[in-house]
């Protein structure tokens, strides 16, 4: 068995309201990894790709009514879906880089009133992210106003600010999205990389919600 067999890939999730910026920071943060030789992949929740997805995105398009919690466990059924292939990507040596995880889901379920407890249940089990970084903007200031999903308002968005502040532990790297694109480029590049050699280095996976 090769040395390399027993160095993981990184978990590594990004957070904010919706049009902080965070899908395309993510997909910079790939290419980046992969220039530097450290085999990435992009991922996001939800993943509108499979059958819950679906379910998911025609709710999100206003296509479908569901009762609060409902929605709130396929997007919980979503992530676990893809629990098992995320777990062999790491341990296979891949970082992911996932745009949203298990806060969004309790963000914006906990924003509309249903219990964050109750909301955190169901992630219990995910993995853990290596690494939560939140992209900081006022919610006045998101990006090019708000588009016509069901969660695009600035009302709503303040809540769900609010409700990430209530999540978030001194173990999240909060970055100031206001800047310029290539300055929280470079900041999440730092500290991305310096979570990917630790992982490489033997840090162990573990588990939500701890
Ligand atoms: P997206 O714009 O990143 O595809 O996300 C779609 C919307 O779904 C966004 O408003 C955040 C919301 N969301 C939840 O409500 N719960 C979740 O678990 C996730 C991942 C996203």
Known sequence: RACNNESRGALIVLEGLDR??????????VSYLEGLGHSTELWRFPDRTT?????????LLNQSELDDRTIHLLFSANRWEKRSMMETKLKAGTTLIVDRYSYSGVA??????????WCKAPEIGLLAPDLVLYLD???ELLK???????????????KVAQCYKILRDPSWKMVDACQPIEDVQKQLQ?????????????KPLSLLWS
Not at 20 to 29: A, E, I, W, Y
Not at 51 to 59: D, E, F, L, N, R
Not at 108 to 117: R, T
């Open 20 to 29: 902080c910026g965070k899908t395309s920071q993510s997909s910079r943060l």
């Open 51 to 59: 059958s819950v997805g679906q379910m998911i995105s025609a709710y």
């Open 137 to 139: 903007m006022p919610p």
């Open 190 to 202: 730092k500290i991305v990389l310096d979570n990917v050699l630790a992982c490489r280095n033997g």
């Open 108 to 117: 914006f379920s906990s924003a509309k009133g249903v219990d964050l407890e």
């Open 144 to 158: 090019g106003g708000y588009g016509d999903e069901r969660y695009e308002r600035l009302e709503f968005q303040k």
